[in-house]
């Protein structure tokens, strides 16, 4: 993303260049504050959503509430 990009946001890539970059250093940065994390990262799924559905309802199915 360059930018030109309709979609850029300046200083969106200081916490890393890609979404697992920043989905990472957003992480870090919960741990270090006493937030627990729980990141499922699911090689290939990119922004398919009916492929990370099982991740979803697992995640559902361990909350409490």
């Given at each position: 993303?360059?930018?030109?990009?309709?979609?850029?946001?300046?200083?969106?890539?200081?916490?890393?260049?890609?979404?697992?970059?920043?989905?990472?250093?957003?992480?870090?940065?919960?741990?270090?504050a006493g937030i627990p994390v729980r990141l499922d990262v699911v090689?290939?799924?990119?922004?398919?959503?009916?492929?990370?559905?099982?991740?979803?309802?697992?995640?559902?199915?361990?909350?409490?509430?």
């Amino acid at each position: 993303m360059t930018e030109k990009d309709p979609l850029w946001i300046e200083g969106a890539d200081a916490a890393g260049a890609t979404r697992l970059d920043r989905i990472q250093s957003l992480r870090r940065s919960c741990e270090a504050a006493g937030i627990p994390v729980r990141l499922d990262v699911v090689p290939g799924a990119a922004h398919n959503g009916f492929d990370v559905l099982g991740h979803v309802r697992d995640f559902f199915a361990n909350v409490e509430g």
